[in-house]
């Protein structure tokens, strides 16, 4: 069989981004700050050849994204604006669909380098943000948009005056900010895409049905958080964000729930041995089902077939 060509991958620096769109070069090697206002860019870098992987945090705000990049069911909050994310070391495949062809009015890449002794440094990796895909980005109304808006413009107005001793703690700060008001932002929009998450959740439910209903548990062991997200068409931290934010759990608490569920219907209707039972929901191992039965019901599955009975 012929084999595939490898990809080509090419590591992306800030001082590449500048380059490749004609921009001078960053004021900070660690910290830059594109304003495209006056000049639209897109990022990633659509004239290198296949794929990228930058060295930097992404954090880009697009206006009227909300026009253009549609979630699910062709259905989004607000169109004033949108905000896009993404951590060091993603890969990012060429511009070449509608979403990619959007142009950031100011696009913040920060160099992880950047936060190196400071507590940041550690918790921006807990904003699940970064890992959401262009279909779950935030769309923000006319008053978040100017919050965001002017943020921005204070980490601008600081990284185009003298850098001093100060400078640092102060874009920091200003960085932290952004990063809280998305995460506020991306809370609210949970909220008022409740009836789209509510679809999803009833989507959710569906599968894991279908999958413990059929003979997949059986070669497949139990169905992981990625197995449900590519099947959900989202990506795994949005998953687990949205369902945590609607009901209140994570996904892999769903889905031991719907394991629970469906054990108790075999354990009740059934004459099959609680390894039957064990193996048919995925698991390897009995005591391994036996231990989680427990912990959800407080009582064995022996037990709960009599007390049933």
Known sequence: MKKKPAVDVQPVSLADVHKYHGLPSPVHPLISLIDGTSRPVMIPINNLSGATVP???RIAFEPGLGS????????????EGGMLFAAPNQLLANCSTEFDQTCSMYTLLVHPDFFLGYPIAKTIKQYGFFS?????????????????ISIFKNIEEELNSRIDDFSQDVIISQIELLLNYSNRFYKRQFITRKAVNNDLLQKLDDILDDYFNSSASLSGGIPTVQYLSEKMNVSPRYLSDMVRAVIGQNTQSLIHQKIIEKAKVRLSTTALSVSEVAYELGFGHPSSFTKLFRAKTNLSPLAFRRSFN
Request: glycine share 6%; hydrophobic share 30%.
């Open 68 to 79: 253009r990049v549609k979630y699910g069911q062709g259905y989004y909050d607000f169109t």
């Open 55 to 57: 060295n930097f945090y």
């Open 132 to 148: 959401y895909a262009a279909n779950e980005a935030l769309h923000l109304s006319e008053k978040e948009s100017t919050t965001i």
